[in-house]
């Protein structure tokens, strides 16, 4: 059972556009919730994280928002840059027994057109 | 920019053979971690290192994986013997400390088990 779920596995948007990611959740045993972003032929990068006691959290053109009582957060990239195509991981941390643990969605594809 | 090194970068094994994959985490990361990447699915946790001690490997197939981290440094997961369903890409990463919400990721080993 997938406690992390990415329901699109791909997404275009023009350049200079928004890009919205979208992510849900299952589980609320969850202290923090994190976006990382993988180019081909690399590892995963860490992009940006939130609280759970949080709703925003915004660096540069990044923003996360979390919505608790949906289960849903989403990672919003705003003006959307061709550099910016990759694969995004929505992924969250476990507490109590499994601190620390990350549990990942499956991923969206974004592609960026110039 | 100090960065998790893996080795090999790929490696195709027929099936009913041993596989060994190495990793190399950032200096003075205590905390490291082997995720498993099947095609089109997010990182699976396999195992989790604090310093040279097993922190979690609830999701380790014990009867073929095995990992270890002698010194608490650099670690290794063999597979013995690999089947099919072991295809997938092998993704070691580290952290200062465990808990931490950045983890850093090495480029993977790709296993390809004919």
């Known amino acids: 059972d997938q406690q992390v779920k990415q329901n699109s596995p791909s997404l275009s948007v023009q350049e200079g556009r928004i890009s919205i990611l979208n992510c849900d959740y299952t589980?609320?045993?969850?202290?923090?919730f994190l976006w990382y972003k993988k180019y081909p032929a690399e590892g995963p990068t860490f992009l940006i994280s939130?609280?759970?006691?949080?709703d925003k959290n915004e660096d540069g053109r990044f923003t996360v928002f979390l919505n608790k009582s949906a289960k849903h957060l989403s990672l919003h990239i705003v003006p959307s840059q061709p550099g910016d195509s990759a694969v995004y991981f929505c992924a969250a941390r476990g507490v109590g027994g499994s601190q620390g643990n990350l549990i990942f969605g499956k991923g969206t594809k974004l592609s960026v057109k110039p | 920019e100090a960065e998790v090194a893996q080795s090999p970068r790929y490696k195709i094994t027929e099936k009913s053979q041993a596989v060994a994959f190495w990793c190399d985490p950032i200096s003075g990361h205590a905390t490291l971690y082997w995720y498993r990447q099947i095609l089109g699915q997010g990182p699976e946790l396999l195992v989790q290192?604090?310093?040279?001690?097993?922190?979690?490997d609830s999701q380790l197939p014990k009867d073929r994986f095995s990992a270890e981290r002698l010194k608490g440094v650099d670690s290794t997961l063999k597979i013995q013997p690999a089947e099919l369903g072991d295809s997938a890409m092998y993704l070691c990463?580290?952290?200062?400390?465990?808990?931490?919400?950045?983890?850093?990721f090495g480029p993977g080993t790709r296993l390809t088990v004919t």
């Open positions: 990463a580290s952290s200062l400390m465990s808990g931490a919400l950045e983890q850093y």
């Open positions: 290192f604090q310093d040279e001690s097993v922190v979690d």
């Open positions: 939130i609280s759970s006691i949080k």
């Open positions: 589980n609320s045993m969850f202290d923090y």
